[in-house]
């Protein structure tokens, strides 16, 4: 992609946030509103199995922040508010993002994925926002042998329905720039870890579950890597590719993090006081991609962007921050949140 688009005024600023409830989404609302003291923040966001209010409980009371409880793929919600929000800039984080929940429901991941980002781009176009930023995954590369590492360049080859449906917006998001001259830009990152991530993605599963005294099941040989980044240094990516960064361009974000899903696990099981019994080899995910990593070099030299978490002291702040928050996780795993959008928007009993 190529192209140029004038610059973005950021003075009171309205960023519109989709998915703003989730895991990366909450953590990166939460800096914004921390960094730019003049922003207004409107999150949109369905609030599915994935989206919980209370990931934003610190900051759902500002005067700067709106939530509208909202399918990305109704047009016509998306357009009211959209007409009554007036947002300047809008970054795209809402999706259906579990690898395993794909395989046994595409349909859903394609619904979402694909129709959600269509319908936040069309309101954006008649919008005329000055930056559209769409949040992507390492996952549209498909899979590494050994050596090697994935740049902008590499070809797009998904290997799950989840990842192909992030491929299909990415391509989308392509086509409305150019078609549209849409001021568009995508973001494509690794792993993710850090505080308020589902418990079913692996490193807060696998803690919780040791936590109940559970075994943490390791799908087949347990050598698969990952590139793992700690949240804050995702959000921060984004915030620059949003104010630095160049319509038409796609940017990799890495942690420069290279594990195996054993060396996360045994991390685990020594950070929890747990021998290797506490683990069980069960079988493999289909499909299951051996190996993520990132070339980073255009963020790094051309936005200055670097990640500043490093993984050790990362991963024991969230291990602590999972054991502090223990009843984040089990409200989590009850259902009890689910009914927190009820008490706080609904009734209005939140105190
Ligand atoms: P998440 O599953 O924790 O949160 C997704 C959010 O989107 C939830 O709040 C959910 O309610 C909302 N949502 C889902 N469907 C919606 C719909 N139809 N309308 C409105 N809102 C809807 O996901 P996450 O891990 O925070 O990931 C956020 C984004 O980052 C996703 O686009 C994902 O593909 C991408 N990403 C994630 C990772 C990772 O490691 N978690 C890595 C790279 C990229
Ligand atoms: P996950 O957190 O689901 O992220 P992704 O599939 O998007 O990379 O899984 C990370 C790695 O951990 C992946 O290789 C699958 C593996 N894994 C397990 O071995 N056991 C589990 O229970 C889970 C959830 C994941």
């Known amino acids: 992609m190529s192209g140029a688009a004038a610059p973005m005024k950021t003075d009171g600023l309205t960023l519109l946030v989709a998915g703003g409830a989730g895991f990366i989404g909450s953590n990166f609302v939460r800096h914004i509103l921390g960094e730019h003291a003049d922003w207004r923040l409107v999150n949109v966001d369905k609030l599915t199995y994935a989206g919980n209010l209370a990931n934003l409980a610190d900051v759902a009371g500002s005067p700067r922040y709106r939530f509208h409880r909202t399918d990305i793929c109704d047009a016509g919600e ?11 800039a809008v970054v795209n984080f809402a999706a259906e993002t579990h690898v395993d929940r794909s395989i046994d429901d595409p349909g859903l991941f394609l619904r979402t994925n694909i129709l959600g980002t269509q319908v ?3 309101a954006a176009r008649k919008a005329g926002v000055a930056r559209y930023l769409q949040i992507s995954t390492d996952e549209v590369y498909g899979s590494l042998g050994p050596t090697g590492r994935f740049s902008e360049d590499s070809p797009l080859r998904p290997n799950s329905p989840y990842a192909a449906s992030k491929t299909a917006a990415d391509l989308l998001v392509r086509a409305y720039f150019k078609t549209y001259g849409l001021p568009a830009f995508i973001t494509r990152c690794s792993n993710n870890y850090g505080p308020y991530q589902f418990p079913e993605k692996l490193i807060p599963f696998f803690v919780t579950l040791l936590h109940e005294g559970k075994p943490v099941p390791v799908y087949g040989d347990g050598m698969n890597v990952r590139d793992w980044i700690h ?9 620059a590719v949003l104010l630095r960064g160049r319509p038409g361009e ?25 021998g290797e019994s506490s683990m069980k080899f069960v079988p493999d995910r289909p499909g299951h991609d051996r190996r993520y990593a990132i070339d980073d070099t255009k963020i790094r030299t051309g936005l200055g962007v670097a990640p500043k978490v490093s993984f050790d002291e990362g991963l024991r702040a969230t291990v602590r921050w999972y054991l502090e928050n223990e009843p984040w996780w089990h409200a989590v795993k009850s259902g009890e949140y689910q009914s927190f959008y009820d008490r706080w928007y609904v009734r209005k009993d939140r105190v």
């Open 120 to 122: 936040l781009m069309d």
């Open 231 to 239: 949240v804050d240094d995702h959000s921060r990516a984004v915030e």
């Open 250 to 274: 796609i940017y990799n974000v890495g942690g420069g993090n290279e594990r195996t899903n054993m060396e996360i696990t045994k991390l685990l099981l020594a950070a929890m006081g747990k």
């Open 78 to 88: 998306i357009a009211r508010i959209f007409a009554e929000e007036k947002p300047d």
